[in-house]
């Protein structure tokens, strides 16, 4: 099984190091294509002023949350506290 694990951890280098793998790992590869216009709508959420995200940063992985939901509300132009 050793020879199985090798094959297996020099494929994953391999990925790792591709950047259309990265990118497609990317959580927000399409927010450009979601961006809103200008133009608003009915129903449309329009968020002004300054936000700030809080959580508990001690539970597993809402560090990462906190981070990721700060770079998507940055990529609509929100801004943080």
């Known amino acids: 099984m050793m020879h199985n694990s090798l094959f297996i951890q020099n494929v994953l280098i391999g990925t790792n190091l591709n950047p259309l793998h990265k990118e497609r790992r990317n959580p927000q590869r ?5 961006l809103p216009s200008p133009d608003r709508k ?5 968020l002004t002023g300054a ?13 990462e949350a906190i981070d990721d939901f700060a770079e998507f509300l940055q990529q609509f132009g ?4």
């Open 78 to 81: 929100v801004r943080l506290d």
């Open 51 to 63: 936000w700030t995200i809080s959580g508990d940063r001690s539970i597993p992985g809402m560090g």
């Open 30 to 34: 399409w927010l450009q294509a979601a």
């Open 42 to 46: 009915e129903g449309d959420v329009n």
